[in-house]
Nanobody, 124 residues
C-alpha cells in the first residue's frame, strides 16, 4: 500500500484546508484510513479515522465538529476537511492505513503504512 498526502499550506486562524491522501496498492475493504498529526516538539497524535469499507468514522475530541474525514472509493482518496482552524492545529499531518481493531485505531503503532506528511501552518 502506498499513501501520498497533499494539501497542506499556510492559513489564517478560522480558515479552512482540505488534505488529501491518495491510496494505491490496496484491495481490501478492511483497511481503516487514519489521519494523525505531529506538532513541533510533540508526539504524533490521532486526529480521525474512517473505515474504508463501511465509512464508519471516529474523531479526536480536539477536532470534533471542525474536521471531517471522508473517502472517495472511485478516486481511491481519503480527505480531511479542516474548518475553523486554530494555531494549535499547526502540525505535519500524516495519513496511515491500518487493519487493526476499531478500538485501537487511535494508536499510531496499529498503522502498517504511512504517507510522507503534509505541513499545515495556522497563523494567529
Amino acid at each position: 500500500v502506498q499513501l501520498q498526502a497533499s494539501g497542506g499550506g499556510l492559513v489564517q486562524t478560522g480558515g479552512s484546508l482540505r488534505l488529501s491522501c491518495a491510496v494505491s496498492g490496496h484491495r481490501s475493504n478492511n483497511y481503516k484510513m487514519g489521519w494523525f498529526r505531529q506538532a513541533p516538539g510533540k508526539q504524533r497524535e490521532f486526529v480521525a479515522v474512517i473505515n474504508w469499507g463501511s465509512g464508519t468514522l471516529y474523531y479526536a475530541e480536539s477536532v470534533k465538529g471542525r474536521f471531517t474525514i471522508s473517502r472517495d472509493k472511485i478516486k481511491d482518496t481519503v480527505y480531511l476537511q479542516m474548518n475553523s482552524l486554530k494555531p494549535e492545529d499547526t502540525a505535519v499531518y500524516y495519513c496511515g492505513a491500518s487493519l487493526g481493531a476499531w478500538s485501537t485505531l487511535h494508536r499510531q503503532d496499529m498503522y502498517l503504512y504511512w504517507g510522507q506528511g503534509t505541513l499545515v501552518t495556522v497563523s494567529s
